[in-house]
């Protein structure tokens, strides 16, 4: 019926907020906006996040080299950590 008619139900989409923006922390400027990369190893780019699992979460933690778009290198782990993840980014 709701086909014949056009109409789709909505998904109710959960959705968790894990950035929190109202805080007192230093805000860095960007060191590279009028950079122009040309090769790579020129500038690298980090990024952290979660990922569910049945019994808790796990976090992954990557580095992507930003010309070639390519993982330079990751860290999973259960706890969030991200001195060790640092560390272990060094060691690679």
Request: charged letters at 15%; a positive charge.
């Given at each position: ?49 979660y ?34 993840l ?7």
């Amino acid at each position: 019926m709701m086909r014949k008619m056009g109409i789709q139900g909505r998904i109710k989409h959960q959705y968790i907020t894990t950035t929190n923006s109202k805080h007192n922390n230093k805000i860095y400027s960007n060191l590279i906006k009028d950079k122009m990369v040309t090769s790579i190893n020129q500038v690298w780019c980090a990024d952290i996040t979660y990922i569910r699992i049945l019994n808790g979460f796990i976090y992954l933690a990557a580095i992507i080299d930003i010309y070639s778009r390519k993982i330079v290198g990751y860290a999973l782990g259960k706890p969030y950590l991200p001195n060790l993840l640092l560390l272990h980014f060094l060691w690679l």
